[in-house]
């Protein structure tokens, strides 16, 4: 189903679907980027719309047809997929960064309340990993591949680790949970510095967006 289109009659299909399943495991895993690093005043109202509608709201939607069977039933796991622009506000991802932020006090207040139900909650608050989204197609020491990645998150199901003080929240890749540890305990996520350095690196990003979108646009012409 198309989450963009939040539509009721997608949602009354996949809750006949799941009816009388015994659902042991969701994992929150639908979301939508920026195309590109953009200042706010400048963004798309249908990409804005899209994020907001795919990242929160189909989250919420979906969790809430899932989780009644799992409180019956006393046991479950809710895996969702966050980021680490959801703890560090990221200039030019606003509305991206926000909605992570959104799902991160959400995961972690949900957690409180269904722990005592039998019910496992835990957010996984990404870096960067080789995706279609996040247009990186080599790995690296800090941007591991999918399959690295999950591997990381299904050895750690359960345990929080990587971001200090954080419930109900883990960062199992190692290179992130370094990332994650050093904002959350040292340098501080809410400061000038960090957003300063977070806003620069994404500036460069959109210059260097423009300018290949240029280029295509002049290999069209031609």
Same mark, same amino acid.
Request: hydrophobic content about 40%.
């Given at each position: 189903?198309?989450?963009?289109?939040?539509?009721?009659?997608?949602?009354?299909?996949?809750?006949?679907?799941?009816?009388?399943?015994?659902?042991?495991?969701?994992?929150?895993?639908?979301?939508?980027?920026?195309?590109?690093?953009?200042?706010?005043?400048?963004?798309? =109202?249908?990409?804005?719309?899209?994020?907001?509608?795919?990242?929160?709201?189909?989250?919420?939607?979906?969790?809430?047809?899932?989780?009644?069977?799992?409180?019956?039933?006393?046991?479950?796991?809710?895996?969702?997929?966050?980021? !680490?622009?959801?703890?560090?506000?990221?200039?030019?991802?606003?509305?991206?960064?926000?909605?992570?932020?959104?799902?991160?006090?959400?995961?972690?207040?949900?957690?409180?309340?269904?722990?005592?139900?039998?019910?496992?909650? =835990?957010?996984?608050?990404?870096?960067?990993?080789?995706?279609?989204?996040?247009?990186?197609?080599?790995?690296?020491?800090?941007?591991?591949?999918?399959? $690295?990645?999950?591997?990381?998150?299904?050895?750690?199901?359960?345990?929080?680790?990587?971001?200090?003080?954080?419930?109900?929240?883990?960062?199992?890749?190692?290179?992130?949970?370094?990332?994650?540890? $050093?904002?959350?305990? !040292?340098?501080?996520?809410?400061?000038?510095?960090?957003?300063?350095?977070?806003?620069?690196?994404?500036?460069?990003?959109?210059?260097? $967006?423009?300018?290949?979108?240029?280029? =295509?646009?002049?290999?069209?012409?031609?």
């Amino acid at each position: 189903m198309d989450f963009a289109q939040n539509k009721d009659a997608d949602y009354a299909r996949l809750e006949d679907a799941v009816h009388g399943m015994d659902i042991a495991v969701l994992i929150n895993n639908v979301g939508k980027s920026h195309d590109m690093p953009v200042p706010f005043a400048q963004t798309p =109202e249908d990409e804005m719309t899209d994020i907001i509608t795919i990242n929160c709201l189909g989250t919420l939607r979906v969790t809430q047809l899932v989780l009644p069977g799992m409180i019956q039933r006393k046991k479950g796991l809710i895996l969702t997929m966050g980021s !680490v622009g959801g703890l560090l506000p990221t200039p030019l991802l606003a509305t991206y960064s926000g909605s992570k932020a959104f799902l991160q006090q959400w995961s972690t207040a949900l957690g409180a309340e269904v722990a005592s139900k039998g019910i496992t909650v =835990e957010l996984v608050p990404a870096y960067l990993i080789t995706s279609a989204m996040s247009k990186i197609r080599r790995p690296t020491m800090m941007v591991p591949n999918p399959r $690295a990645f999950v591997a990381s998150v299904l050895q750690s199901l359960g345990r929080s680790g990587g971001a200090q003080g954080i419930a109900y929240t883990s960062v199992p890749y190692w290179s992130h949970a370094i990332v994650t540890w $050093a904002l959350t305990t !040292v340098i501080g996520t809410m400061g000038k510095i960090p957003l300063g350095f977070n806003k620069s690196m994404h500036e460069g990003t959109r210059k260097r $967006a423009l300018k290949k979108l240029e280029r =295509e646009k002049g290999k069209k012409a031609a």
